[in-house]
């Protein structure tokens, strides 16, 4: 490889004046059963839309992230896991075991009739058979949804309709912060809203005595005993989709965003070992959650690809105490740790002691991701988590660029609260909303300019979607849904995004999923939700609600309206704040004036701007009297 003996600037040059060669070289970094002869071929022309990268390669990811490394690394720990409880021990699966695992899960999932090209949904707490049954499918070319556990059996059942996936994975019981999740129970429930459903794994993970139905439910422990523990890997086209992973967008239901096997490994492989600047066999932890692409990128294919030893922990980072997260990197001594702001701001408030009393000398790196980082949390992280000596690697991306787009490298110029530099192969540029291009010190839309290995390939059943969603409104173009400012350096800021997603916590919710989970609601006549700031979850929701007539608009429908929405979509849905409303402002035409109620929520009042093309602006006067505060 000869990434590591130049200089970033210059290998980044290279990425842009020659792709093909710069490509097919770091395609070298995995295996392929057929190497590729081509690198991208794409065109984001509405006429001509298509991205295909190492269209003529074959391989399988799970070869790529077990099997080439059992002759160098075979009892090297691949995956470490940490449970919720400290009290409990923790797990180890060396490289060989991990083959052993995965082979075996991919063999019951062949017995109960999963091949090549099946949807497979994984609804799993944070155990290492979540892993398994991602490097599984992988395995035999099943295409794996992953359904974070804390979504709710409606949100569950709704992507597993809409990817036609009859066959789930579940645990009986998740466990988090000392609280049990009843996954079991709601895949249960799903089933009662999508009758697809034919078959259920259930992982044993707590013991839990749950309901097992005949024909459909299966516990894997006793499917596993009679399988064998040999599995050949399935050869894939570098093109064939290896997973479809929900996200939300501004409109909508959730899109299912489609990866590649080639171009996503390649991106997850590259990436992990270039901005990480991993040296096996070193412990690497992402404290993300499988079920969002922080984990799949991070947690499993990235560092798997790159034979790392990659550490799974199944709780909260603040229980029992808020030392917890720094105990850990204790207890496996830690040497890159890559967790979300929202975690940092909550952990900072409770003291820099919970911090202080815990060694931290194995950290060498430390990494920011799921939303902008604002300067204060980035100074204590670096500072009192990292005692100065840990770079910190603010990495900007998205579910739908597969990996990390706007990042530092360890050996650069940081600036706190900046993404800083374009990853190699990414050029992006900053667009006013006439979509000309901004140059120099500018703040626009974000939005880039060619293709790169990572990107998502497609809208799970609606290809029309993909190109209307990122293609439409600046032709030509990849849209991002972010605004960024750029310095004089040419550094860039993420200022968050410019389209009708919030983003609470890290986590992408769309305000109309959360709208029409509250028109739902017998009581609702109209919803419109909005972001507000939040000190620790970065954004809060904030919702607008119109009761039906007749309706009492009382402190018991807010908590009727916060749990119908938990119970909708899932816990990280529920708002924060619910203002009754007579009247909603709209113009003339009858469209709902977001700035507006997003000024109101954000408590800045005195400039609402141009109100006047308001059909009614009393309600205004109406909405600035009675806003509430969160709680
Ligand atoms: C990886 C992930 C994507 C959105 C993205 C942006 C925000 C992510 C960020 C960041 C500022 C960073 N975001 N990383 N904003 N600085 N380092 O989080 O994917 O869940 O799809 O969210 O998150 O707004 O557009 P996803």
Same mark, same amino acid.
């Given at each position: 490889m000869t990434l590591t003996d130049q200089s970033r600037a210059e290998t980044y040059a290279r990425s842009l004046a020659d792709p093909d060669a710069f490509w097919l070289d770091q395609a070298q970094r995995l295996d392929w059963i057929t190497a590729p002869t081509k690198a991208g071929d794409w065109s984001?022309?509405?006429?001509d839309f298509h991205v295909r990268w190492f269209d003529d390669g074959v391989l399988n990811v799970s070869a790529n992230c077990i099997d080439r490394h059992l002759e160098s690394r075979a009892?090297?720990?691949?995956?470490?896991?940490?449970?919720?409880?400290?009290?409990?021990?923790?797990?180890?699966?060396?490289?060989?075991?991990?083959?052993?695992?995965?082979?075996?899960?991919?063999?019951?999932?062949?017995?109960?009739?999963?091949?090549?090209?099946d949807r497979v949904t994984i609804y799993m707490p944070m155990i290492p058979e979540a892993a398994f049954a991602l490097l599984a499918c992988a395995r035999i070319g099943a295409v794996h949804s992953v359904v974070f556990g804390g979504f709710s059996a409606d949100a569950l059942a709704n992507r597993m309709e809409d990817c036609g996936s009859s066959v789930v994975v579940t645990a009986d019981e998740g466990r988090r912060g000392g609280k049990r999740v009843a996954l079991k129970a709601c895949v249960d429930e799903a089933a009662q809203i999508f009758a697809g459903i034919e078959t259920v794994i259930v992982v044993r993970a707590t013991g839990a005595d749950v309901a097992m139905q005949d024909g459909r439910d299966v516990w894997y422990d006793d499917a596993a005993a009679t399988v064998d523990t040999d599995c050949a890997p399935e050869p894939m086209a570098a093109e064939?989709?290896?997973?479809?992973?929900?996200?939300?967008?501004?409109?909508?239901?959730?899109?299912?965003?489609?990866?590649?096997?080639?171009?996503?490994?390649?991106?997850?492989?590259?990436?992990?070992?270039?901005?990480?600047d991993y040296r096996a066999p070193e412990v690497f932890w992402c404290a993300a959650d499988v079920g969002w692409v922080t984990g799949h990128s991070y947690i499993v294919y990235g560092p798997l690809a790159n034979g790392a030893t990659t550490l799974m922990y199944?709780?909260?980072?603040?229980?029992?105490?808020?030392?917890?997260?720094?105990?850990?990197?204790?207890?496996?001594?830690?040497a890159t740790l890559y967790t979300a702001p929202t975690a940092l701001r909550a952990l900072m408030k409770e003291g820099d002691d919970f911090v202080t009393r815990t060694s931290r000398k194995s950290l060498r790196l430390l990494g920011s991701v799921g939303e902008p980082i604002?300067?204060?949390?980035?100074?204590?992280?670096? &500072?009192?988590?990292?005692?100065?000596?840990?770079?910190?690697?603010?990495?900007?991306?998205?579910?739908?660029?597969?990996?990390h787009m706007i990042t530092p490298t360890p050996d650069m110029m940081l600036k706190p609260?900046?993404?800083?530099?374009?990853?190699?192969?990414?050029?992006?540029?900053?667009?006013?909303?006439?979509?000309?291009?901004?140059?120099?010190?500018?703040?626009?839309?974000?939005?880039?300019?060619?293709?790169?290995?990572?990107?998502?390939?497609?809208?799970?059943? &609606?290809?029309?979607?993909?190109?209307?969603?990122?293609f439409r409104t600046f032709p030509g173009v990849y849209t991002t849904g972010d605004g960024a400012r750029r310095d004089a350096d040419g550094y860039y800021w993420i200022t968050g995004r410019v389209d009708d997603v919030i983003n609470v916590s890290g986590h992408r919710m769309g305000t109309a999923e959360v709208e029409?989970?509250?028109?739902?609601h017998t009581a609702v006549a109209e919803a419109a939700v909005v972001g507000m700031p939040h000190d620790v979850k970065g954004q809060g929701i904030y919702a607008y609600v119109t009761v039906n007539a007749g309706v009492d608009a009382d402190d018991a429908l807010v908590k009727t309206l916060r749990d119908w929405v938990r119970h909708e979509i899932g816990p990280i849905a529920t708002p924060d704040a619910i203002q009754f409303a007579p009247g909603l402002p709209k113009t003339r035409s009858g469209k709902i004036m977001r700035r507006i109620l997003r000024k109101i929520a954000e408590g800045d009042v005195s400039s609402l701007g141009d109100t006047s093309t308001l059909a009614d602006p009393e309600v205004v006067e109406h909405l600035v009297a009675n806003r509430v505060s969160s709680g």
């Open positions: 984001f022309d509405e006429k009892d090297q720990v691949a995956i470490v896991w940490e449970p919720d409880d400290p009290a409990e021990d923790p797990r180890r699966y060396t490289y060989a075991e991990l083959h052993r695992e995965v082979c075996r899960f991919a063999n019951v999932l062949k017995a109960r009739g999963v091949a090549k090209g064939d989709p290896l997973f479809i992973l929900y996200t939300s967008g501004s409109t909508g239901k959730p899109k299912g965003v489609v990866h590649s096997t080639g171009g996503y490994l390649l991106w997850a492989a590259l990436t992990h070992q270039t901005v990480f199944e709780g909260v980072p603040n229980w029992p105490t808020a030392s917890r997260i720094w105990e850990v990197v204790d207890r496996h001594q830690v604002n300067p204060e949390a980035w100074r204590w992280y670096h &500072d009192i988590v990292g005692e100065g000596r840990c770079p910190v690697m603010d990495t900007w991306w998205q579910t739908e660029t597969g990996g609260g900046s993404a800083t530099l374009p990853f190699y192969g990414i050029e992006p540029k900053l667009l006013d909303g006439d979509g000309r291009e901004l140059t120099g010190e500018a703040e626009g839309n974000l939005v880039i300019m060619r293709s790169w290995p990572g990107q998502m390939r497609g809208v799970w059943g &609606d290809e029309q979607r993909h190109f209307e969603t990122y029409s989970a509250l028109v739902l």
